[in-house]
């Protein structure tokens, strides 16, 4: 049976790093929610618990509390944070409000470096955000670590493996924390590191062939994408061609994508693979359409309308595959007074349109970078598996001003050469988005003794890590040479290019 970390989430900020952090020392570990059933949590045997961080304190009344005998069941726990007052509280301690807040970086020192701290300096530099703090220990308990403002920064009781720490050890930001986490799993929780994304596959594939059983079918609506190429591949290998993946292309999508896309589902995984070439009708749409969100919304309309016709003509299928990742469970449970920027074209409605109640999400617990190691494991492509984000409706947003085949034409070519350029440079890996964008601009030249007039295009590349803020590439002058050379040689109706040196914000990354 393999290793399993549970963590209970109490609402914290960082509890799926937590997660990641366990899984990055190859033990395998999920997020559940605290009030998960005690019985539930004991059946699947866990090798160890965490209880995360939040943003409760124990004496509210609406408090989130847990079965006091998760304690008796000697399976070690570790509590972060809230985790640790609530460990402390349980257990007979004392948590109070903090005489001074402590938010950021804080010096900790340790009283005791064997153990959970074994292997750590002296004093370490750690993350912390609290109001409350545990200011008397639980019978059986010891304090082991302090700061200048929190005398009670861990406490354990070894004999019955149970540890607080008020600081955050699955922040990068604390610098030994993941040995904290290491210490916890391989001195306590008796785990022995053998999990891999091998085995994680293999375990999705399993619970796949379970839940579908011998006879059921699958439904997928495949981009092309990272996470959902990824989620295809899983559930062949799980259920071969009962599989059937529906890919929508409208035309939109960048030079070689859609027949790559084709030729992974129809050689490598071969699954029933519906290519709907859609173009024509979302060309048609388009035309004579320059408003960005009128463009976005016409695009997210014909998609369901292509998938849905595709899907009926499929005839009754049993469960409906999506690509979630972690981040996408995270956005769409929170609920946001936001103002719409951009109406993001998603299929997140789509099972739902189509009358699907089952659901097939091998992913939602992983971060982006877990599912490109998982694409990998399985043996897709690695231009596809380490593919930079595309927004769903394509081209089309990086078209200003109405959208038709030919100007898509020269932004999929000038595109594919910036691309190429890029991965020549050795600087795909560096920078995190980078596409062509073009202008509504036309402007006069010479080409050949004769006048021209004709496109603007731009290039646009950023850095950044979450997507949410960007700064623009500083790309090197040589390579923005050679770039606008071959887009203005090579393109036609391509005669200038201009560089986009503007941040996010107050610029987004895509131009409509
Ligand atoms: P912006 O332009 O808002 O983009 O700074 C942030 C990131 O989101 C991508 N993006 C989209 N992704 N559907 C998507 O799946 C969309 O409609 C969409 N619009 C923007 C964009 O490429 C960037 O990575």
Same mark, same amino acid.
């Given at each position: ?274 290519? &709907? =070439? +859609?173009?024509? /009708?979302?060309?048609?749409?388009? %035309? !004579? ?124 070519? &000038? =595109? +594919?050469?910036? /691309?190429?350029?890029?991965?020549? %440079? !050795? ?86």
């Amino acid at each position: 049976m393999q290793d399993l970390i549970l963590i209970l989430d109490f609402g914290g900020q960082y509890t799926q790093l937590i997660a990641r952090r366990v899984r990055e020392c190859h033990v395998y570990s999920e997020v559940i929610p605290w009030n998960a059933p005690l019985a539930d949590i004991l059946a699947r045997r866990p090798k160890g618990i965490i209880l995360s961080g939040g943003p409760s304190t124990v004496h509210d009344p609406q408090a989130p509390m847990i079965d006091p005998a998760l304690f008796q069941a000697g399976i070690p726990v570790l509590g972060i944070c809230y985790g640790m007052q609530l460990a402390a509280h349980l257990l007979g301690g004392k948590v109070e409000r903090a005489k001074e807040r402590e938010y950021g970086r804080v010096t900790v020192r340790m009283k005791d470096r064997s153990g959970l701290f074994g292997g750590m300096k002296a004093a370490s530099g750690c993350w912390m955000s609290h109001t409350w703090q545990v200011t008397a220990c639980p019978p059986g308990f010891r304090v082991v670590a302090e700061t200048d403002n929190c005398p009670v920064a861990a406490i354990i009781n070894e004999e019955k493996k149970i540890f607080g720490v008020q600081f955050h050890p699955e922040v990068t930001h604390t610098e030994e924390g993941s040995m904290l986490i290491r210490n916890f799993l391989f001195r306590f929780c008796d785990c022995s590191g053998d999990w891999t994304m091998n085995t994680f596959a293999e375990t999705a594939i399993r619970q796949i062939r379970e839940t579908v059983g011998d006879s059921g079918t699958v439904l997928l609506a495949l981009s092309g994408g990272v996470d959902s190429s990824v989620v295809a591949a899983l559930i062949y290998r799980a259920i071969g061609n009962r599989l059937t993946c529906v890919f929508v292309d409208h035309g939109l999508l960048r030079k070689g994508e859609s027949d790559q896309v084709c030729h992974v589902f129809s050689h490598l995984f071969p699954v029933r693979f519906i290519r &709907s =070439d +859609a173009s024509a /009708r979302f060309f048609a749409d388009l %035309a !004579g359409v320059t408003d960005p969100e009128e463009k976005r919304h016409i695009i997210g309309r014909d998609f369901i309308e292509v998938f849905k016709q595709e899907a009926s003509a499929l005839g009754k299928m049993d469960y409906f595959a999506q690509g979630t990742i972690y981040p996408d469970v995270i956005e769409s449970g929170q609920a946001t007074n936001a103002a719409v920027i951009k109406s993001h074209h998603n299929v997140g409605g789509l099972p739902k349109e189509l009358g699907f109640t089952e659901l097939i999400e091998p992913l939602r617990m992983l971060f982006k970078d877990e599912v490109r190691a998982l694409g990998e494991t399985l043996g897709l492509p690695r231009e596809l598996v380490w593919r930079q984000p595309f927004p769903g409706p394509g081209l089309a947003i990086r078209i200003i001003g109405e959208v038709t085949p030919e100007k898509a034409e020269i932004v999929r070519e &000038s =595109d +594919a050469i910036f /691309r190429e350029e890029i991965t020549a %440079a !050795g600087l795909d890996r560096h920078v995190n988005q980078y596409f062509t964008v073009l202008t509504g601009i036309q402007s006069v030249g010479v080409m050949g003794d004769e006048r021209t007039y004709d496109y603007t295009v731009a290039l646009r590349a950023v850095t950044t890590d979450d997507f949410m803020t960007a700064d623009w590439a500083r790309l090197p002058y040589d390579l923005i040479a050679r770039i606008s050379a071959r887009i203005v040689n090579e393109v036609p109706h391509a005669s200038r290019v201009v560089l986009d040196v503007t941040t996010k914000p107050p610029a987004s990354i895509e131009w409509e």
